[in-house]
């Protein structure tokens, strides 16, 4: 089952914050985050592994919130460069660790 | 590196119709998936393969075969193309924590 993902679209100006939420239905063992710019694949930002696990990318960080089931994308003082498409991807506890079921994407879009 | 190579990169296809589309990593990753992409669904996920020798389905399986043929490939098969199939189709290779995506095939059925 697809982790749900909100907000569906975000609209910054550069310098602004957001934050992309992903949460699950099902127990999460590992949650991925990826960034797709138009008309490319997917590229890896960072997975978290460990419920409570935060990690940082550049201005880009996230939290593992494993009771909730939830994970936060946070990004701080966008840059143009930041639009795109963002999916969380999640592996299930109770299942293959390995199979990848990502949510149906965040769009963001950085204006000057 | 190549990483992550797939062919066709564009194919249109008659209702009925059947194509296999290719995929081959060169990273010696053990987990390998094929995923659809089509507008406001994301990523789904068609079939996915742990190791070599094995493969599961995912979110999305019915109309679709898949074939590890090592370590190396794996290729996803349409029998019997239908309209709805039409979309963005996404190979990844996976070992550790980061999955690398192919380019993608945008196969139309018509």
């Known amino acids: 089952q697809q982790p749900v993902q909100s907000p569906q679209a975000v609209i910054l100006r550069e310098g602004e914050d957001a934050v992309i939420n992903c949460s699950s239905s099902k127990a999460l063992y590992s949650v991925h985050w990826y960034r797709q710019k138009h008309g490319e694949a997917p590229v890896f930002l960072m997975i978290?592994?460990?419920?409570?696990e935060q990690k940082g990318h550049d201005k880009i960080s996230a939290s593992f919130n494993e009771k909730k089931q939830q994970s936060s994308l946070y990004l701080t003082a966008s840059q143009l460069s930041y639009s795109g498409t963002y999916f969380c991807g999640t592996a299930n506890y109770g299942g293959a660790t390995n199979k990848l079921i990502f949510g149906t994407g965040t769009l963001l879009a950085v204006q000057p | 590196n190549a990483g992550v190579t797939q062919t066709p990169k564009f194919q249109v296809l008659k209702t009925g119709q059947s194509m296999t589309l290719q995929c081959a990593q060169d990273?010696?990753?053990?987990?390998m998936y094929w995923y659809r992409q089509d507008p406001g669904m994301g990523l789904r996920l068609i079939y996915y393969?742990?190791?070599?020798?094995?493969?599961d389905k995912g979110e999305v399986p019915n109309g679709y075969n898949v074939s590890r043929l090592n370590k190396r490939e794996f290729s996803l098969r349409l029998e019997s193309a239908a309209p709805s199939q039409t979309s963005v189709y996404f190979c990844a290779s996976r070992r550790g924590s980061e999955a690398f995506f192919g380019q993608g095939t945008r196969l139309t059925v018509v």
């Open positions: 990273m010696n990753h053990n987990s």
């Open positions: 393969s742990a190791s070599e020798g094995t493969t």
């Open positions: 978290l592994l460990k419920g409570g």
